[in-house]
């Protein structure tokens, strides 16, 4: 087939502004100053209103925070370009929907400006999840070289507190969550048969909305009194009444993120079920689309009550509201029930997305039909479903109403029934398959061998007496990085590694990929499974100290967790190397059958020349004469062999 | 290389439209169901507080102006009723209604904004009084700035019917914000009625 490559596009765009006027186009020329002034704008209205009102003082260092948390990213937001076309649309100005001269990526330079296509979304997306991956790394070796030896070696407690609080939290929101959208953001239109996502330009917006997230969250080490410290989960009254500033830093930095993944996910809906290519049934969308399908479905749904329940928290922090004041009516406990009826959807937010990429993965290098395809599609749905009415399963001992404790047991049990088809089709797959252990496939093996411990000791931690006695140790500890490092971490590894030639035009190294594979699987077990028995022993969680007896395990653990660290450089300078020089990929160097795979690599500037025609299921490997779908020049030859009369 | 290739290059192929729903609507109408969860955490905030407190409620001291807020509601009702008119009008190509109805509606719609914020300022009780100030002017305040993002997509859609956009094919423009603005109606009914009534 014919594919028009990046280069070859002359919808070129007005000519560059010249002179002072470059400081009125959209770009990082105009952000200082747009930020300045909706700096100025938040500051004058705070002000103002409480120079009205009588309040004292009326420059009020945390009120101001609060609000230039909101104003100063509309700033910049503004300044790069996100907002320009609305702006001319509202205005009632003529505006050019056929423009795209804010598609493609022709240098670097294109992947730092507001960017509508959503291929370059998608790297914008994997290289910023990735900095943040490494950054939030980085605050857990500290942390464990402050566990090596019992004792205060490096930090105070409350530094403590916050290295372990913004670990998780840039890497929930900043890495695992975004760069599950990032994938699916490059790999989806182009599965799907579509020449771009339902709204591009949101798109755009919800990228830039992860930056400003990721530095509020990492900048809240700068604020007065240290970052926030109350862990990812952010318990009030604890966080609404005892953290410094830096805790707002937090809440708002959740709601940015939030807002950025609730424009994803609508925007992946709208696209999955708006824009996919004739002959597309749903029951032959490849499971990956299937699989950000519900996640976003679980977005959708689930994240605003994050949101609600980081507003309440800022409010009694900051304008000294009583949600969670019990002394004036509030009701301590609502944090939590808030807060777990999104946070619990939001570790299969993390997970379903992970599911699509191992299906694929698995399926195209055993060569062969996923086994159980609707099965497959539709345990997803029965854990979207079910993933909302165990929530409370964090909370067994918050002194909640004891009735909802074996409810939230029993459903919580129920939830390893569809995970376990998924895990036993996996098995299904591979049986008797040509199995081609390349690295994406290594990561997609070891997400499952290494989730299926994690969904143990999950089962464990749903059983009350187990979990009564296990709460807060390092149990806990041990069994969410089985399923979030060992099952989110190892499928987006294994997507990155699958789709790079896809996206870069270039083979990674497959030895480097292979020995990064080892050193973090082998590094990954050596510091987490140890865990479960300093759990089961007593360790608790989040402390900076403990008792001299557990000081040889947890010297192991921080020793294997610096070359864990380490693995990561294999994989950095991998993909940095093999972006720049690796050798030149093939269209289809898996023998894959999804529509993504049928276009050049990288693919053409609109993904297809002609829209395909989907005839067939995308998993039929091995099947003599299968086919997922034609192509125009195929067509064409169908038609000319047809008899006429 | 095909000439058709070449026409390619500048403009993407058209998408398969695979849904009968039209994609704006249907992102609409997610957006929506996102932001009934976003009431729905209010709502669970205030039934929270509520049934915790066991006593008379509202708590002593709280006299909430129901007969204003009852003809407030009114206001807004009515302005679902412009609302209706302006795109109407729009179908059938009469550009006069659609001025008269959108701008019909900015104004009810700040005419409510306008009421509640007076409404705040004479109630004698504050967010940090104490739990039943914070979860009214917080679900209130809630709903308020949603009227606001309503009010200014309105003012987007009036401003646009005044410069000569929308016929009577062509009115997506005025029917989204339309869809938002019946939700923000809707959505005060449900908190007219839980705070202020029952």
């Known amino acids: 087939m014919t594919a028009v490559t990046h280069d070859e596009v002359h919808a070129g765009p007005a000519p560059p502004p010249t002179g002072w006027r470059r400081l009125l186009a959209p770009g990082w020329l105009r952000v200082p100053w747009m930020t300045a002034l909706f700096f100025g704008i938040g500051a004058g209205i705070t002000v103002l209103v409480r120079w009205l009102e009588g309040w004292d003082p009326i ?34 100005s003529p505006t050019r929907p ?37 950054a939030a790394g980085l605050l857990a070796m500290l942390m464990r070289a402050e566990l090596a030896r019992p004792g205060m070696q490096f930090v105070d407690n409350q530094t403590f507190n916050g290295l372990f609080s ?66 990812w989960t952010g318990y009030a009254p604890l966080a609404s009444t005892h953290q410094p500033i830096g805790s707002v830093f937090f809440n708002m930095g959740v709601q940015w993120a939030g807002a950025s993944s609730i424009m994803t996910a609508l925007n992946f809906l709208v696209t999955i079920i708006t824009m996919r290519a004739p002959g597309m049934s749903f ?33 009694d922090h900051v304008m000294h509201t009583h949600f969670f004041d019990y002394q004036a009516g509030g009701y301590p406990l609502g944090y939590q029930h808030i807060f777990w009826f999104y946070s619990h959807p939001a570790v299969y937010i993390m997970m379903l997305p992970g599911f699509g990429i191992a299906s694929e993965v698995i399926s195209v290098m055993s060569r062969k039909p996923i086994f159980g ?35 939230m047991m029993v459903t919580s049990m129920v939830i390893a029934v569809p995970t376990g088809i998924k895990v036993f089709s996996w098995l299904a797959t591979l049986w008797d398959g040509r199995i081609h252990f390349d690295t994406p496939m290594l990561f997609a093996l070891g997400f499952v061998s290494m989730f299926v411990i994690g969904g143990l000791s999950g089962i464990y931690l749903a059983a009350v007496p187990i979990d009564i006695h296990t709460s807060d140790t390092y149990f806990v500890v041990a069994h969410i990085h089985y399923v979030l490092f060992g099952g989110s971490l190892f499928t987006i590894f294994a997507g990155i590694y699958f789709w790079f030639p896809k996206m870069t035009g270039r083979m990674y190294d497959e030895r480097l990929g292979k020995l990064h594979f080892w050193l ?47 693995s990561t450089l294999v994989f950095v300078y991998n993909m940095v190397k093999s972006w720049r020089f690796g050798p030149a990929a093939a269209a289809n160097p898996w023998r894959s059958l999804t529509l993504e795979w049928q276009v050049s690599s990288p693919p053409p500037i609109f993904n297809f020349d002609e829209i395909p025609q989907v005839v067939g299921n995308p998993y039929e490997y091995g099947v003599p004469d299968a086919r997922h779908a034609v192509f125009n020049g195929d067509r064409q030859v169908e038609l000319e062999e047809v008899p006429t009369r | 290389m095909t000439v058709q290739a070449e026409a390619h290059a500048a403009h993407p192929p058209e998408a398969h439209q695979s849904s009968r729903v039209d994609a704006r609507t249907l992102g609409m109408f997610l957006f929506i169901a996102s932001e009934v969860m976003l009431f729905g955490s209010f709502f669970t905030a205030y039934f929270f507080v509520r049934v915790s407190a066991h006593t008379h409620w509202p708590t002593a001291g709280h006299e909430l102006p129901v007969f204003v807020a009852g003809i407030n509601t009114i206001i807004l009702v009515s302005s679902s009723f412009t609302m209706h008119w302006a795109l109407q009008a729009i179908k059938r190509g009469n550009r006069a209604g659609l001025q008269a109805g959108l701008t019909l509606t900015f104004l009810l719609g700040l005419t409510f904004l306008l009421t509640q914020i ?48 929308y016929t009577a094919d062509a009115h997506w423009g005025v029917e989204i914000p339309g869809i938002y603005w019946h939700f923000v109606d809707v959505m005060w009914i449900v908190v007219y009625t839980t705070v202020y009534i029952l």
């Open chain 1, 59 to 92: 420059w009020k260092g945390s009120v101001i925070t609060t609000v230039e948390l909101t104003a100063v990213p509309f700033g910049f937001l503004a300044g790069i370009g996100g907002f320009d076309y609305w702006m001319r649309y509202a205005a009632g």
């Open chain 1, 98 to 134: 056929e423009d795209h001269s804010g598609h493609g990526a022709r240098s670097w330079r294109d992947y730092f400006r507001i960017n509508t296509d959503h291929k370059v979304i998608g790297i914008q997306y994997l290289v910023t999840t990735i900095f943040f991956f490494v």
């Open chain 1, 166 to 231: 913004v670990h998780a939290a840039l890497m929930i929101f900043l890495f695992v969550i975004p760069a599950f959208a990032g994938i699916g953001n490059y790999v989806i239109p182009l599965m799907i048969g579509a020449p771009d996502m339902a709204f591009p330009r949101l798109n755009a917006l919800s990228f830039w909305l992860l930056p400003i997230a990721g530095f509020m969250m990492l900048g809240s080490f700068l604020a007065p009194g240290g970052a926030f410290a109350s862990g």
């Open chain 1, 283 to 315: 029951w032959r969308m490849p499971l990956l689309v299937w699989a950000n399908f519900t996640t976003s479905l679980l977005v959708v749904i689930a994240t605003p009550f994050i949101a609600g329940s980081q507003f309440f928290v800022m409010f």
């Open chain 1, 373 to 407: 395809y609707r099965l497959m599609a539709l345990s997803l749905l029965a854990i979207l479903v079910l993933g909302f009415s165990v929530w409370a399963h964090h909370m067994f001992v918050a002194g909640m109403a004891p009735w909802l404790r074996v409810p």
């Open chain 1, 520 to 566: 973090t699987f082998i590094g990954f077990n050596l510091t987490f499974f140890p865990m479960h028995w300093l759990g089961i022993q007593g360790m608790p969680r989040r402390v900076a100290d403990y008792v001299p007896r557990f000081a040889d395990l947890n010297m192991f653990i921080s020793l294997a967790s610096f070359g864990l660290g380490a």
């Open chain 2, 118 to 165: 007076r409404e705040y300022s004479r109630l004698g009780f504050a967010p940090y009084t104490d739990a039943f100030g914070t979860i009214f002017y917080c679900l209130t305040g809630l709903h308020g700035a949603h009227v606001f993002v309503g009010l200014t997509l309105l003012l987007a859609a009036t401003i646009r019917s005044y410069r000569g956009h």
